[in-house]
């Protein structure tokens, strides 16, 4: 799948149809592909990458559209050249329908204060308090998994979302702010569905649909949760080390739409993906009984015995390094966010092709993750690929790169192997009955109708 780097022979057979010097499919092709970009954009995009190669041009010569899956032209994008390729692409303006401006959809000046604004929220010292929140998390969610004497089974989608969502609420708002904060994840989630459904609709977005009203009705429902979340927050004395989201904005000085902003882009970011890091390693796991055994013998020799282990803490986190390995092999093959966009704003060269300003580029993580000049058995689930390995520089993308890495790995990666010790440490995940649903690639990827898990307790 990687491209050849230095320049890119030519011409193209697609030359009339793209101003850029790559290869591609023709309008035609994608006329036929329209169905199939419908039932899986993820798949389009992967088949499209394993044709055409590492860099391909989209047939649309107005706005040039470049696919990138080469990992020195992704690494050329987000870190080397990251300055010149902004935001201003149709995923993030149409999340910004819902976000408004906040850090993942913002550029420049206001985007650099507010990452240094809220910093802090992701600082060592913070992190601890969210680990004590997500063994707590872990504990709810294993009363819903209790196997009982014959096991039991459960929908793992819903579960693991249940249980991110009370995380992130503690890194928005120091107050306990459950209720509120499940009331804003679930006007957020229905604001992004109707978002996704309205992007794939041939009706133009300005229409008065009934759609458009509900995306209204929910966005209004967003503001009046945040204005009460920022409300409580600011009846409330902020201490000089506080370390959530809206005490820190309000420190700041930061107006009362700018932590709006914030608090949603936040809910958008941090739930749903670690609910889907979490869906899809339990379904990995499930399905590969070899590998689950040895996450076992890591959680027994560490947490104890399955009749008589503890709860894992902060400081067991040096000590879990395959459950750790688990997670970054569940990432490369089910990136939550399965594209990053951009947009060029003056002229570059790519993997040897001129890209002038005004191009959007598509990076597909779930296509760079399966390189298999990169991941030899790209489809298979290997742990090991990550343990005792130096952290990948190139063709390992799941969190983004360069400055605008995202901000919330760290959080999420010790929110997701203590939730995932926490929960297996005396159970084992096995398959659930019914059909494996399909990846549905949404805002992050999730299993189709959900994706039922059958829990059992281990001999002690
Ligand atoms: C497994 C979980 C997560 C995954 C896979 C993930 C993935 C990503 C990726 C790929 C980006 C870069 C997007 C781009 O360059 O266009 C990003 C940015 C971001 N993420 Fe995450 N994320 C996760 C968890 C979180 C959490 C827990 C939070 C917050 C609590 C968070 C907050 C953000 C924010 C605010 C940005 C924008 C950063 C900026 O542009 O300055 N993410 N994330």
């Known amino acids: 799948m990687s491209a050849p780097s230095g320049p890119v022979p030519g011409p193209f057979r697609n ?6 010097a790559a290869d591609g499919p023709l309008p035609w092709d994608m006329v036929r592909a329209v169905p199939a970009i419908r039932r899986s954009p993820v798949d389009f995009l992967t088949r499209t990458a394993a044709r055409y190669g590492g860099a391909v041009a989209f047939p649309l010569p107005r706005t040039p559209v470049l696919l990138l899956t080469d990992p020195a032209a992704v690494r050329r994008v987000l870190v080397e050249n990251a300055r010149n390729y902004g935001r201003a692409t149709l995923q993030y303006k149409a999340l910004a329908t819902v976000t408004g401006q906040g ?7 206001p985007w650099r204060t507010h990452r240094r604004i809220v910093q802090p929220a992701f600082h060592h010292s913070a992190l601890d308090g969210i680990a004590e929140q997500a063994v707590a998390a872990a504990r709810r969610l294993r009363r819903t998994t209790d196997p009982g004497p014959r096991g ?3 929908e793992v989608a819903e579960a693991t979302a249940r249980a991110t969502l009370e995380v992130i609420g503690r890194t928005l708002a120091e107050a306990d702010l459950r209720g509120v904060a499940e009331q804003l994840v ?4 229905r604001a992004l569905e109707l978002v996704v459904a309205r992007a794939q609709s041939p009706v133009p977005g300005t229409w008065p649909t009934p759609s458009r009203r509900r995306l209204r009705a929910a966005v209004a429902e967003i503001d009046a949760v945040c204005a009460r979340i920022v409300a409580v927050r600011r009846a409330a004395t902020v201490a000089e080390d506080a370390t959530d989201l809206v005490g820190l904005m309000l420190r700041a000085g930061s107006g009362d739409e700018e932590i709006r902003d914030e608090l949603v882009t936040f809910v958008v970011a941090g739930h749903e993906t670690v609910a889907s890091c979490l869906t899809w390693t339990l379904d990995l796991l499930a399905r590969h009984p070899a590998e689950q055994a040895a996450l076992h013998a890591e959680l027994a020799d560490v947490l104890g015995a399955p009749g008589e282990s503890r709860e894992p803490t902060w400081d067991d986190l040096a000590r879990l390094p395959r459950t750790r390995a688990v997670l970054d092999e569940a990432l490369r093959l089910y990136p939550p966010a399965w594209v990053i966009t951009r947009t060029s704003l003056a002229p570059d060269t790519v993997a040897g092709v001129d890209v002038p300003a005004g191009t959007l580029v598509i990076v597909c993580t779930w296509a ?4 298999p000049e990169l991941w030899p058995e790209p489809e298979t689930f290997r742990p090991e690929r990550f343990l005792g390995a130096p952290r990948r520089e190139v063709g390992y993308v799941p969190f983004g790169a360069g400055p605008r890495l995202c901000i919330g790995r760290d959080l999420a990666l010790v929110e997701a192997v203590l939730v995932l010790a926490a929960l297996l440490r005396d159970r084992r995940v096995r398959p659930g009955t019914g059909p494996r649903p399909r990846v549905e690639s949404l805002v992050t990827l999730r299993p189709a109708g959900g994706l039922r898990l059958r829990f059992e307790t281990l001999p002690g």
């Open 186 to 189: 679930d006007a957020v989630g």
């Open 152 to 154: 039991t089974e459960v």
């Open 15 to 20: 030359a009339r149809y793209t101003p850029l």
């Open 103 to 109: 850090l993942l959809t913002s550029d420049g000046a």
């Open 368 to 371: 760079l993750h399966r390189d």
